[in-house]
DNA sequence: AGACTGTCTGAAACCGGTTTCATAGCGTGT
DNA sequence: ACACGCTATGAAACCGGTTTCAGACAGTCT
């Protein structure tokens, strides 16, 4: 009964053409106000609502668009990453009036097995694009198939392609740089290559040693692969070399660093400070919660939907770029922070 | 280019018309086997996809599932349950062939508000449906709408829904009663009234202590609202009540009873023991790592597509009814097993 | 042989919108 | 008064499939 109702129905009632009930819905110009007026009363009375399919196939646009996750399962169960930025671009794509298509797969293979189905489909505006590693093997089907698409996080290959990233050669430095201002000597880092984002927060750690002239010395350096198993496995290696403090490049690491250290019968911060990166739940449930370099997840997922829309609607307005979000220190009880002179 | 192919093109090329080759495509029957091959031949050579758009407005039916979360902010952020709930079904999804759009709304005036939209839509060919609350506001609207949907949890009105859950009475009793087993005497809950799962495992929680004949003290109840935060509050209003173990329903929760014990100085699990409930991540990020009930969220996830996959297809064909998953106790370091005599 | 089945096949209608195009109507400048 | 341009409107084409329907053809029964 409720779905009966049709544009051509409307027409009728309001006594005019499919085309002028068309112009009225999409709010188009060189309709007289009296026109517009009966007709949209009778949307009102009779609660009219455009079938979207046969709109989509009309216009050639679905207004839905696809989140590509490619990840190995370690991140996407146990890491709060994903799982924040799923939730932050379905509430920017629900503002937007789009809806949100999630594609999930574990492995390069399968991704590419999806994406193709995907854009085989036609269904999707546009798509966003997340990987854990730095296989942007899909860029160059996407370029190809001349769809849409918004990668996030730093793809390996720049050009034509439109990207949103954190700042994370800005949060290692940050972290860093903030350690050394705290007055400690000996800092370490827990990193990870399993990213751009792990590589680019190693960059910063290392510049912000290198301009305030501290030693960069490669034992002080160990690399996880963003579980709290790898973490505690790189703070065990790390113990050695007595560090006074440790830049852990994820919370989710920090948890595993903080496991180690108790072990170890060590005190945090006491007797050895952390800043983490992220600022995550697990920040926050820590014990002690940790200092971490906040990243803007949810201005992540706001850019890139942001920026999909406008290359969905037009096409080669502006051209491919990176948008860098900035980041931002928050300062909990992992650090020492009391320690300052 | 790639998209340009059409059914049109395919039969001209095939030598055949439009119909036959969506017989081909759907492997209806009454297609010579010479036609049919030359058919697929042509397919196969010329790479075409059928237009889903087109496809789906002809046949009336999309492949599109929508998944409705809505939650308030807390659960969606702090708690594993949904982003584990959401990658299950996901998955399931995908290989079902099926599309899964996403949907979160915070509070339930938006969720009804975008319920609105989406159904109005007519996109999507099912819903499942997760609550954090024993909000089912949807249902009536859902039953009306006459759109398939199956329901994640318990709903307040069962009659006509088709739901699937989680064995929470028998968690809180296997958690329990376990704990009672073990030797201990002063056995203490933090249990949520926020949901018909809370509900559900207090339920258990209070059967296996009346089963077995112990008393059930309404001091030994404490609530909590699924934070990490109000958890620490409640560990604190138990404490000095002296219980020797505690139930606790949701692993993040149990985070917060461990801060709590943390500050009061009791050790678990010599002092005390702690038996979480879900299993999730930080049940093993905890320190100690939490002996907890396992909730099969991915068989939820995976029974919830299937269920909601039969009821598109044969629409009457099985009656509402509600799938019980059943739970399991994963015994790791906060019960303190090895004090068993 | 003629009537009757049953299996293939294509033409055309249809799904419910959007968009193009032709035309009617009106105001304006000369 | 006439040409001109501009706005408002409806008819019809179109998007790319599915489905209905009727007819062609082959095989079977009487």
Redesign the interface.
Known sequence: M??KITIQRVAELANVSKATVSRVLNGYPHVRPALRERVQTVIRETGY?P????R??ASER?S?IG?VISAGARM???D?Y???L??SI??SA?DKGL???????YTEAQGQN?LSAIL????LDGLIITADNKGDAFIPQLL???VPFVFIGRPGRVDGVTYVDADNVGGGYLATAYLIDLGYRRIATIASDQNAAGDDRLLGYRRALKERGRPCDSDMVAFGDYT?ESAYRAMKRLIPQKPDAVFVASD?MS?GA??AL?EADLRVPQDIAIVSHDDL??A??A?PPLTTVRQPIGQAGHSAVERLGEMILGAASTPPQGFINPVELIVRASCGAAQLP
Chains 1, 2 share one sequence.
């Open positions: 409720s779905g609502q079938n979207n399919i046969a989509l196939l679905s839905i989140l996407v169960f146990n709060a994903f799982p924040a799923t939730e379905s509430k629900a809806i949100l298509a999630l594609f999930v797969s999806s085989s489909a036609g269904l190809a198939a001349d709290l989710t948890l903080l496991r108790r739940p697990p926050t449930q014990d």
